[in-house]
């Protein structure tokens, strides 16, 4: 009797189960969201262009500012200074001709200059159509372009006693670092 009491329990366990299974199933619905999407082809592509000298009062020009071959992010220039209040100043075009806006990740930076040289060097890097300083967040949207103005000046103002004793060779670089907007 115990035997038929078991294989009974088994039995109902094996239905129950079984209904419970299909009860799942038809309570259970998978959902799907299909759909096709395009990613477009874009562009990068900040760089120099239209190097031109704006102004030379008294500085003798060893190489006039030329984009460098090959890397037109580069522009490189050697001029010489003789006397206080002589300077050099050309414009170059930052152009954005890719398809992506681009805009400053930081302040441009201009380096070169030691604070002993700053007293009579000046050197400095300015958008042309408001003489600021390249900022951090300025744009240039896909397709235009900003001018900068960049120049280099032995201070008119300093003094006899500021004068450097010696020939000062300087190495001068301006950065400016753009991101997509």
């Known amino acids: 009797m115990k035997k038929k009491k078991n294989s009974s329990f088994v039995v109902i ?53 030329t984009i460098t071959e090959g890397k037109t992010t580069e522009v490189t220039y050697e001029v010489t200074l003789p006397t206080p209040g002589t300077f050099y100043e050309f414009t170059v075009d930052v152009v954005n001709a890719g398809s992506l806006d681009a805009k400053l ?38 397709g235009q372009k900003k001018t900068a103005k960049v120049r280099v ?9 500021q004068l450097p004793t010696t020939d000062q060779v300087l190495t001068l670089t301006a950065s400016m670092n753009f991101i997509q907007a």
């Open 13 to 65: 366990a094996l239905l129950l189960i079984v209904t419970i299974s299909i009860g799942y199933a038809a309570l259970s619905t998978t959902l799907n969201i299909n759909g096709t999407s395009t990613i477009k082809t874009q562009t990068w592509d900040v760089h120099f262009a239209n190097v031109k000298v704006t102004t030379n009062t008294g500085a003798t020009v060893t190489k006039a500012p």
């Open 105 to 142: 990740s930081a302040d441009a930076t201009v380096e070169g200059v030691s604070d002993a040289q700053a007293v009579y060097t000046k050197y400095s890097v300015v958008w042309s159509d408001t003489g600021v300083a390249p900022k951090t967040g300025d744009v240039i949207t896909a």
């Open 153 to 161: 000046e032995y201070n008119k103002d300093v003094t006899a006693a």
